[in-house]
């Protein structure tokens, strides 16, 4: 969704917010642009509608200056143009914005009442208008943005320039992130850390309700109402690298191949041999305490949900705690009973989707306990929780979700494996559990290395019009996290259901125009499922089943994709590899915008 670059220095600030805006756009966004204080004073800024490459290539020779914000929108309020895209500009004041003025309807008429005029629909408008006027005579712009932002109720990451104190940068967080990133007598502002890392390692995260004023020689931080806050940098371990697409055609292929190393990475120093546990340092919970919960609750969106739906079941089977997954978006919308024998966990990627973290301040302010399991360090989710175990899988650029899924449910393996082994799980069987995790990295690559063979499948099932995903129990979770990869990214109808329920309905859609992904695990449910597969094959319709063992299924079904046998409660990790693979040929074989798919945005920071 929306991005913020900004930058105060020597250089020219222009190609920085380009390449900066250009890191961002993997977020999803409809429109860019750039304000600049020009060498000779003045506010420049172009906005357009579209790509950033448009943007660049729309600027005039001479638009050139420092210090300057840029932004990449993601329509809410008025559609994607020319005028809605930021940055919004009153008087010699320019404004970037991510996130949502909730009272904008009521500031817009209140303004509008006293002769403002608006160039544009966005909500963002009425605070550059806001700031402007709170402005005195003085300049002082950090004052007039603490005094603007009183009067706001919503969320908000915000970058702010004044072209009469061209030396300084305002920014202020509430809900949306704002990282500034330090560099040699010049400063960097971003609302991800994509866009800083060619410049700098050192970067501060702003705390929600902190304000900052930036200038080339440093920064200061205080509260909105004016209280000093002292922040210390940390050093970011991304790699430059990491946000280019190296010899691979997407990032979403990419991904996928890194997966054996993130899981790698995700099990680092984790695993115990001496009491065949997992180790992690974050829960910040003792074995007397964690023997406390008897309840787990997992919350997550989109994908952090279906790996939350998987790490439910681990958490049931290993720890014999009940255990389930639910949207978070759901979740906080139906005021859940937060009880003080459960313990929540929060799923998240980005660590910024907004309907995971209003679930978790809603638990919090219940008095719930609340891990995290989130991949972006410092991310607003990851600083609400009470404690949790970050995916270290890297930066993931593709919108679709790929090595954070499996890194997310291998975390969840590693708290059911800690759990289970407070609880009744036999130090053989933590063993066993261990000895498979650490069997995962080389078992993905061995279905890495089918990849052509998978991409053959996927070409020839593109002729359909959507498929079913089925699985039981354990299969579950891979079918809806298999129907979620292909309609994310191919645009092809795709449905989950548990394969006990076709018979209870869809079962009317099954024929020949219909086939089915059939996840078919070496398990005691095996029989049961190729039952179901005969259910589908006396319809006509056509079976690709993801399954151990070929010869088991090949009756029952037309195609088969082998994968490699783990412990059965792992297994479901490694079932849902080769429905990545599937779901990103048919997305290439369509021709379709493989890493950022329509309608899509990488973190979804609204509601
Ligand atoms: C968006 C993305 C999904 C992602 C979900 C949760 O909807 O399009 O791919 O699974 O957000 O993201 P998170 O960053 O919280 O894991």
Redesign the pocket.
Known sequence: MCGIVAYAGPRDAVPIMLEGLARLEYRGYDSAGIAVVGRSGDLRVRKVKGRVARLADDLPARFKGSPAIGHTRWATHGEPSDANAHPHVSGSVAVVHNGIIENADELRAKLAGDGVEFASATDTEVLAHLIARAADDAGDLEGAVRRALTSLVGTYGIAVIDARRPERIVVARNGSPVVLGIGEREMFVASDLSALVRYTRQVVHLDDGELATVEAGGFRTSTLDARATAKSPSVIDWEPGQYDTGSYDHFLQKEIHEQPSAVRRALSGRLDTRFHTAHLGGLELDARQAREFRRVKII?????YYAGLMGAQLIEELARVPAGAEPASEFRYRNPVVEHDTLYIA???????YD?LAAVQELRRKGGRVLGVVNAVGSA?ARECDGGVYLHAGPEIS???TK?FTSTAVVLALIALHLGRIHDLSPADGRRIADGLRALPEQIEEILAHEDHIAALARDLVRHPGMFFIGRVRGYPVAREGAQKLK?ISYLHAEAYQASELKHGPLALVGPELPTVAVVPDDELFDKNVSTLGQVRARHGRVLAVAHRAGAVAENADDVIVVPKNQPELDPILLTIPLQILAYHAAVELGHDVDKPRN?????TVE
Do not use: H, N, P
Request: hydrophobic share 40%.
């Open positions: 997550g969106c989109g994908s952090a799923v998240s990627q980005s660590g910024e989707t995971t989710i919108v679709a979700s954070a994310e899509l945005a990488k973190s979804v």
